[in-house]
C-alpha cells in the first residue's frame, strides 16, 4: 500500500520532478506558428496543387483527428449551400422588382 502514495515534498521523485518542471519555465514557451504564416501555407498549396490539396483536405476531414475538421466540412457545405441561397435571393428579388 506504500507503493500508490504521492510523493511527499522532502522525496527524490519529487525534487526531481521539481527541477524539470523548473527547466521547462526557464525554456520559455515552445516555438509557434503565426496563423499568418499558417494560412498562407495552407492557400500557397490551394493554389499550386488545387486537386491534390483537395484531396489531402478530404482525407484529413474523413480522420478526423485534427482540430480544423469542423472548418473543413463546413466548406465542404458552404459550396452548395452559397450557391443556392444565392439563386433564391435572386429569384426573390426578380419577382419583387417585376411585381
Do not use: C, N
Request: charged content about 30%; proline content about 7%; overall charge negative.
Amino acid at each position: 500500500m506504500s507503493d500508490t502514495k504521492p510523493p511527499d515534498a522532502s522525496s527524490e521523485d519529487f525534487e526531481t520532478l521539481k527541477e524539470v518542471r523548473t527547466a521547462q519555465d526557464r525554456a520559455g514557451p515552445p516555438e509557434e506558428l503565426e496563423a499568418g504564416e499558417l494560412i498562407e501555407a495552407e492557400l500557397g498549396r490551394l493554389a499550386r496543387h488545387p486537386r491534390a490539396e483537395t484531396a489531402r483536405l478530404k482525407r484529413v476531414a474523413a480522420d478526423g483527428e485534427q482540430g480544423s475538421t469542423p472548418f473543413i466540412e463546413l466548406v465542404l457545405v458552404a459550396r452548395w449551400i452559397v450557391p443556392l441561397v444565392a439563386v433564391f435571393v435572386g429569384i426573390m428579388l426578380l419577382i419583387y422588382y417585376k411585381a
